[in-house]
């Protein structure tokens, strides 16, 4: 499982959002998690990640933010 962290208010979320939706759709093991909800701020935290769009990836703990996000699912 990979997290992908997003405000609905963030501009770049709005872009990457529907690739990850895409990717969610063929099966990809990836969660949304809505930052500005208290349960995705708290499990942000959990992660370290302070800014959206952010994507925790599990194996090798990797946290890409910004344009890395949006390299990840070109």
């Known amino acids: ?7 609905p208010s963030c501009g770049p979320c709005k872009r990457i959002s529907p690739k990850v939706d895409a990717a ?6 990836i969660r949304k998690i809505d930052v500005s909800e208290d349960t995705g701020r708290f499990v942000a ?3 370290g990640v302070n800014a959206t769009p952010a994507y925790v990836k599990f194996g090798s703990t990797q946290v890409l ?4 996000v949006a390299k990840e699912f070109e």
């Open 45 to 47: 935290g959990v992660f």
């Open 24 to 29: 969610i759709a063929a099966g990809k093991p």
């Open 1 to 7: 499982m990979h997290l992908y962290f997003w405000s």
């Open 65 to 68: 933010t910004g344009n890395q």
